[in-house]
Nanobody, 122 residues
Framework: QVQLVESGGGLVQPGGSLRLSCAAS????????MGWYRQGPGKQRELVAL???????TYADSMKGRFTISRNNARNAVYLQANSLEPEDTAVYYC????????????????WGQGTQVTVSS
């Protein structure tokens, strides 16, 4: 009933930047937490950043200072500005949303986007 669509991934040189976008659509009553995870080759999915509906932000320790999350609640959208990228940042980046749907607003449902590939290479 809810879909998340990411965009903005691609190939970037070391030290470069990308801006990722994610928009949710469907039968949405409220989105509580919204943010980004990533999964590199042969690795577990890990947190990048999360933002609550009220604006509180959590970054993974390794992301602090290089990644900036922002959110537009009116558009059900979340963004990730990624700077000073290095090869170890190469991963599929997934949008995440903790959704309450209109028909059942008491039931939390976690949604994931299909992912957008970020490749950092010279």
């Amino acid at each position: 009933q809810v879909q998340l669509v990411e965009s903005g991934g691609g190939l970037v040189q070391p030290g470069g930047s990308l801006r990722l976008s994610c928009a949710a659509s469907g039968s949405i009553f409220r989105i509580n937490d919204m943010g980004w995870y990533r999964q590199g080759p042969g690795k577990q999915r890990e947190l990048v950043a999360l933002m609550t509906n009220s604006g509180d932000i959590t970054y993974a320790d390794s992301m602090k200072g290089r990644f900036t999350i922002s959110r537009n609640n009116a558009r059900n959208a979340v963004y990730l500005q990624a700077n000073s990228l290095e090869p170890e940042d190469t991963a599929v980046y997934y949008c995440y949303a903790d959704v309450r749907e209109r028909d059942f607003p008491d039931v939390p449902i976690n949604y994931w986007g299909q992912g957008t590939q970020v490749t950092v290479s010279s």
